[in-house]
Each structure stands twice: as C-alpha cells, then as structure tokens.
C-alpha cells in the first residue's frame, strides 16, 4: 500500500485546513486509517483514526470538536479537516493505513506510512 499526504500549508491562528491521504496499491487489505503528527524535537502522536468498512472514529484529545476525519472509499482517500487550528498543532501530518484492528492510537499498530505534509499554524 502506497500513501500520498498532500493539503498541508501555513495558516493564521483560528484558520483551518484540509489533508488529504490517497491510498494505492492493495487498499482491499486496509482495515483502518490514521492520521498521526510530529512537532519538532518530539514524538509522533496519534491524532485520528477511522475504520475503513464502518467508518468508526477515534479522535486525541487534545483534538476533539476540532477536527474530523473521514474517508472516501471509491477514492481510496482518507480526510483530516482541520478547524479552529492553534499554534500547538504545528507539525509534520502523517496518514497511516492498518491491515489489523490493533491499538488505534499506537504507531506500531498500524503497517503503512506516507511521507508526511506539513502544517504550520501561526499566532
């Protein structure tokens, strides 16, 4: 499975953002999709996930009511819609696809990863 993270930029306090992951390549495998971020100098962190057939959601929470993930299966495609954004949610956004139903929100979970797109958020 081949994942592209694309929709990342430089937006003001308050602003939003929408990210967007496209999956290829063996997608019939895929029971779950996240998203995680990195900040500099610290660890990656769970954000989202969402299964791929029901579509349940898992949300940090440090982003609920902020954020949504959602997914377009006949595109393949896995959504993160960023609203209310803080400086706090600067960092690198990775999409992440899971052929197991393991921890949603632990890295090791999860098989997949794509190169990441960056979010800056400015005060």
């Known amino acids: 499975v081949q994942l592209q993270a694309s929709g990342g930029g430089l937006v003001q306090a308050g602003g939003s953002l929408r990210l967007s992951c496209a999956a290829s390549?063996?997608?019939?495998?895929?029971?779950?999709m996240g998203w995680f971020r990195q900040a500099p100098g610290k660890e990656r962190d769970f954000v989202a996930g969402i299964t791929w057939i029901g579509g349940i959601t898992s949300y940090a929470d440090s982003v609920k009511g902020r954020f949504t993930i959602s997914r377009d299966k006949g595109m393949n495609t896995v959504f993160l819609q960023l609203t209310s954004l803080k400086p706090d949610d600067t960092a690198v956004y990775y999409c992440?696809?899971?052929?197991?139903?393991?921890?949603?929100?632990?890295?090791?979970?999860?098989?997949?990863w794509g190169q990441g797109t960056q979010v800056t958020v400015s005060s």
């Open positions: 992440a696809a899971a052929r197991n139903y393991g921890a949603v929100s632990m890295i090791r979970s999860y098989d997949y």
């Open positions: 390549g063996g997608t019939f495998s895929t029971i779950r």
